[in-house]
């Protein structure tokens, strides 16, 4: 009898599997690094979207742990996810290569210009909303859409401390949480993985979720000092007054719970760039295309056929 069961699981396991999309993989090559990327879908006429994590200092693996992006909109055109320079598959840079954000803005538009095509249709997710807003404001003439996915504020620095003036007890007790775990961490690698798990289960809505996420994420890609370098090089950076003169169509989606970007950033970037779609999900933190898939999905999907263009 046991040996029948493991040999049905290992049949279900197998077929689950199988059924997991699996990219085509590249490397887009720059003077500082060789970022790799990972494109869902099959080619089509439709404008092709790229996905622009955040973190900073994770891989874009986080976005990944469900099938909205890989199959759900992925099904109607061609995704595309890069790991920014010193994450993931693009770790190995140029010694001396920065993290400034002409040089992140300048990785994106060598993805972009890999695709071929003239247009693309841009998600940001957290502070990768950031960066894919500051490449909109040098490039604006390679954005169809844009949109900003509980994005960081435009200027960085305002985030963290409106978030303790928002959330002091929370914000508390996660560095509590931290502070106790790294006494069990056996090194730095070990340490900030423990952080970046604390932090995780302080930005959903739903507990039952955040385990089930982290259980299935075993590795999110996590590189620390990417992730120092680059809050660094954008402490000062600050799009507020770009916004206003972005003229594509732009949605903006906010987890009504998410402590990790405050609700009121998105309504402040909604409200700045001209005709841009607010929409809020009800029963989300920070990733609400884990928590509430079936709306994101939808959702996603109805924005870019509204404003759908093909391309030769």
């Known amino acids: 009898m046991h040996s029948l069961l493991r040999g049905v699981l290992l049949l279900v396991t197998a077929a689950a599997y199988a059924q997991v999309p699996q990219p085509h993989t590249g490397l ?104 894919a807003s500051a490449y909109a404001a ?23 401390p409106r978030l303790e003036e928002v959330f002091p007890d929370v914000i508390a007790k996660t560095k509590e949480q931290i502070d106790k775990l790294h006494g069990h961490a056996n090194s730095d690698a070990e340490a900030a993985d423990l952080d970046l798990r604390a932090h995780f289960r302080m930005i959903f809505y739903s507990q039952e979720l955040c385990d089930r996420y982290l259980a299935n994420a075993p590795d999110l890609g996590f590189a620390p000092a990417t992730g120092e370098a680059v809050s660094k090089a954008f402490a000062n950076v600050d799009l507020s007054s770009q916004m206003a003169h972005y003229h594509f169509p732009t949605l903006v989606i906010q987890g009504r719970f998410d402590l990790n970007v405050t609700p009121d950033i998105s309504w402040t970037v909604a409200h700045s760039i001209p005709g841009a779609q607010l929409v809020w999900f009800e029963k989300s933190g920070h990733l609400p295309y884990y928590e509430e898939p079936d709306k994101y999905a939808s959702v996603v999907n109805q924005f870019l056929l509204d404003h759908d263009a093909t391309h030769d």
């Open 28 to 131: 887009v090559h720059t003077p500082d690094v060789d970022l790799a990327t990972f494109t869902y879908g099959k080619p089509s006429t439709t404008t092709p979207i790229i996905a622009v994590n955040g973190g900073p200092g994770l891989s874009h693996v986080y976005m990944i742990q469900n099938d909205v992006w890989t199959r759900r909109i992925a099904e109607h055109r061609q995704v595309i996810f890069y790991d920014q320079r010193g994450t993931g598959g693009s770790q190995h840079l140029r010694p001396g290569a920065t993290q400034t954000m002409e040089a992140q803005v300048n990785d994106l538009e060598a993805v972009r210009a890999s695709l071929h095509v003239e247009k693309v249709d841009f998600i940001g997710d957290s502070y990768g909303g950031l960066l």
């Open 138 to 160: 040098a490039h604006p003439e390679h954005v169809h859409t844009l949109i900003l996915s509980d994005s960081a504020a435009p200027g960085f620095s305002k985030l963290h």
